[in-house]
């Protein structure tokens, strides 16, 4: 896959005080899902604004199809190839969906009959086609959020960058639009997206940027947890005791065994050549197994961990 | 700059305009009260008798002349009550983020929001110079047998000072529009424009006599100011810091 966009060193600075993104680096793939990780105040939503080209970096630069950011002479290229998702929708709340659609389409020149069917193909993907002409004040937070979706998609951008859109959605909704942020992957559109659900980013996401002003960590989210922490495995038994550790710590490949009733947890260097036989070994001892699970460790796990580091690396200073 | 986006713009905008009832209506309180005055005074002045049609023509033309100095003010308080809530509207509902994120550029954006402060004042004062003038030649017609407006002053009035007053209260609210920090000290600060236009309306049209050398004067005086107001509404209007300085 080639990269559609390309960030190189990116820094942006706001007085008084540290750069809100500082020297980050990294490229987002066509067709993918890259998700941007951080917690509050990370420069998650200036790294949005740079790579939209709606603030400029203090240094550094952003590609979007190869086409700086900065340049005032290719502002209608760029613009039509992002379809931005503020944090906040930002929809004219006295005029209806359509008015809204209608405004956007005509700002991206799109024809009449293009703005109503790209607006009745998206509304109704959204199920707020039979609303499209209510007073855009008068729909709830999670329809706003949709709207302000469709309004992004509108033009048929290659790229769409979202800033937190599950934020404030119910359940229902945030699966939609999930389910719905998968199909654009499967449509071949690059989605861009900026959260702290990491329950929603290990989903969705293809890559993922841990950010905390610079970069702290890039690439998928298995690899990351590999990465991160060693393999775990829950072996449950029936007949099971604490006597089961002096077994199995004897064995290659073993780091660290555990006994948590009524199950033993392995870590093991490589758990695909090492558990056959730490399995035999305890069907050997007499041991009735019920289950083997590998234990993942979540997405939520490598954050905190990757923050913890980087707060400790700031706090120990020069 | 593509015109369909600047006209997008002003549609969009007076369309929300004219959604907040309360302010769309406001707008014409103003321009209905100096146009009552002028076909008041009009209406008493076409009941007296009178000694002369020339006598009459002066009457018409002394007791109009309040009507019509009036309806100066109404495109730059027009402006800056529109024009207050332009720019800072779009920052307070946050929708200022995915009109920039659009192909729209500074000056279609400039322009595009100039228009809906701009427009409706200067049309309003038009309709109701045109108005009056019927009116009053209407009732001045059976006794002088001639056309008493527009005289070329109110013409002038009209078509050059009318919108000349129209661009200045605009430009300077946009300024100020842009510049702002929050939306009460936009509405504080817009405040500001009027002052100066309207005392200045007042000594030209009110105190000082009616003459071309005073109106041409006054004239050149405003096409200064509405250009110097642009040049910094330009210089002032850079959209990264309206989205990162806007609490």
């Not at chain 1, 942006?12 to 680096?25: E, K, L, M, N, T």
């Not at chain 2, 049609?53 to 009507?67: H, K, T």
């Not at chain 2, 030209?204 to 910094?232: K, N, T």
Request: proline share 6%; with cysteine.
């Amino acid at each position: 896959m080639s990269d559609l966009v390309t960030v190189s060193e990116l820094t942006r600075s706001f007085r008084p005080g540290p750069p809100a993104v500082d020297h980050i680096s990294f490229s987002v793939r066509r067709g993918e899902i890259f998700s941007l990780l951080g917690p509050n105040g990370a420069g998650k939503t200036t790294t949005i604004r740079l790579l939209s080209g709606l603030i400029y970096p203090t240094s550094g630069e952003v590609r979007i199809l190869g086409i700086v950011t900065t340049d005032s002479s290719q502002v209608e290229e760029i613009h039509n190839a992002i379809g931005l998702l503020p944090e906040v929708p930002g929809l004219y709340e006295s005029l209806s969906a359509m008015q809204n659609l209608r405004f956007y389409g005509r700002m991206h020149s799109l024809s009449e009959a293009t703005i109503n069917e790209r607006a009745r193909e998206l509304l109704a993907a959204f199920d707020i086609w039979g609303r499209r002409d209510d007073r855009v004040a008068t729909y709830s937070k999670g329809m706003k959020q949709k709207v302000a979706i469709v309004r992004a998609l509108l033009h048929d951008p290659e790229c769409l960058i979202l800033d937190e859109p599950l934020s404030g959605l119910d359940p229902e909704a945030a699966k939609s639009t999930r389910d719905f942020l998968v199909d654009q992957r499967r449509r071949g559109r690059t989605v861009i997206v900026s959260t702290h659900n990491l329950d929603d980013a290990d989903r969705l996401s293809d890559r993922v940027a841990v950010i905390r002003s610079r970069l702290l960590a890039l690439d998928t989210p298995s690899q990351l947890k590999s990465r991160l922490f060693r393999a775990r495995v829950e072996v449950r038994m029936q007949n099971g005791s604490p006597s089961v550790l002096d077994r199995v710590r004897s064995l290659p490949g073993i780091l660290h065994a555990s006994w948590e009733p009524p199950s033993l947890i392995l870590e093991l260097a490589e758990p695909e050549s090492e558990l056959p036989e730490v399995i035999s070994t305890l069907v050997r001892a007499g041991l009735r197994l019920q289950y083997v699970t590998p234990m993942e460790h979540s997405l939520e796990d490598v954050y905190l961990k990757l923050v913890d580091d980087a707060r400790g690396r700031a706090g120990a200073g020069p | 700059m593509k015109l369909e986006r600047v006209r997008e713009l002003f549609h969009k905008d007076f369309a929300e305009l004219r959604s907040n009832r309360s302010v769309f209506i406001s707008l014409f309180v103003f321009p209905a009260l100096f146009l009552l005055e002028g076909i008041g005074s009009a209406v008493a002045r076409s009941l007296t008798t009178s000694s002369s049609p020339a006598s009459l023509v002066a009457s018409y033309i002394s007791g109009a002349s309040l009507s019509l100095d009036l309806l100066l003010f109404v495109p730059v308080i027009t402006a800056v009550t529109i024009g207050s809530n332009s720019i800072v509207q779009e920052k307070t509902t946050r929708s200022l983020e995915p009109l920039l994120a659009t192909p729209i550029t500074d000056t279609e954006l400039l322009v595009g929001k100039a228009m809906t402060p701009f427009l409706p004042g200067v049309i309003a004062v038009w309709v109701c110079y045109t108005v009056l003038f019927t009116v009053i030649d209407v009732l001045a017609w059976p006794v002088t047998h001639a056309i008493v407006f527009p005289t070329a002053i109110t013409l002038f009035q009209m078509w050059i000072i009318v919108p000349l007053l129209g661009l200045v209260g605009t430009f300077g609210v946009l300024t100020i529009s842009s510049w702002a920090k929050d939306a009460r000290a936009a509405q504080q600060m817009s405040t500001v424009i009027e002052l100066p236009a309207i005392g200045l309306i007042l000594v030209v049209f009110l105190f000082l006599p009616s003459s071309w050398e005073v109106l041409g004067a006054f004239a050149v005086g405003l096409a200064i100011a509405a250009y110097g107001l642009l040049r910094v509404a330009i210089w002032r209007f850079d959209r990264p810091s309206i989205l990162v300085n806007w609490r």
